[in-house]
């Protein structure tokens, strides 16, 4: 997803193969130059953000991190959804020529863009989680967002359509899930440990009596 941007500022139509890697520099210039994106994630946030926040004692899922979890979605999506069409070849709103349009493209970490593209869904899986403590729903809806990402970057033209970013996006999901995961067990094992040192003091003082 994130290797998109770099083509966004010639007029010509870009692959991701053509264009540099992502660094510092271009990366400050994208966001500076790309002002659709705060001003999507802003109404984005409150819009999900306040849809977890109402859905969180209805489902059972904890508050502050649902929000979170929605802020979160809503930044995926305002980076790689919300962006000028046409930039890259459109598929267009026929599924199977969009379908046929989309690379494979190699797996590798070896550039930040290909980095970043593992972080990006690391803190909606990793709130999700936390909120909801299902981490295989959240990674089933970590490659699903990173799906439609693509789906939509390779039918408007905003950007290309990769086989491999849903991976790496994917994987994002795993980690974050994965991290969550632990927090949540580690939570748990010292609550079993403070309640049976908690159960030992009891019965204690009710021998001692």
């Known amino acids: 997803m994130a290797r998109a941007w770099l083509g966004l500022g010639s007029a010509s139509v870009l692959g991701v193969s053509d264009g540099p890697d992502l660094n510092p520099h271009n990366l400050l210039n994208i966001l500076l130059h790309h002002l659709e994106v705060p001003a999507a994630f802003v109404p984005g946030s409150l819009l999900l953000g306040g849809l977890a926040w109402w859905l969180s004692p209805r489902r059972g899922w904890a508050q502050v991190p649902a929000v979170l979890a929605g802020c979160a979605l809503a930044l995926v999506l305002a980076l790689t959804v919300v962006r000028p069409f046409g930039h890259f070849s459109a598929g267009g709103l026929n599924p199977l020529t969009t379908l046929r349009q989309c690379s494979a493209g190699s797996l590798s970490l070896a550039h930040l863009y290909e980095q970043l593209n593992v972080a990006m869904l690391v803190p909606f899986a990793f709130f999700g989680t936390l909120a909801t403590r299902r981490p295989l729903l959240i990674v089933t809806s970590s490659a699903l967002?990173?799906?439609?990402?693509?789906?939509?970057?390779?039918?408007?033209?905003?950007?290309?359509?990769?086989?491999?970013?849903?991976?790496?996006?994917?994987?994002?999901?795993?980690?974050?899930?994965?991290?969550?995961?632990?927090?949540?067990?580690?939570?748990?094992?010292?609550?079993?440990?403070?309640?049976?040192?908690?159960?030992?003091?009891?019965?204690?003082?009710?021998?001692?009596?």
């Open 145 to 209: 967002v990173s799906g439609f990402a693509e789906f939509v970057q390779g039918a408007t033209g905003g950007g290309e359509c990769q086989v491999r970013d849903l991976v790496h996006n994917t994987a994002g999901g795993v980690l974050g899930a994965l991290l969550a995961g632990w927090m949540l067990w580690r939570r748990a094992r010292r609550a079993r440990r403070s309640s049976g040192i908690t159960a030992e003091l009891g019965v204690g003082a009710g021998s001692s009596r």
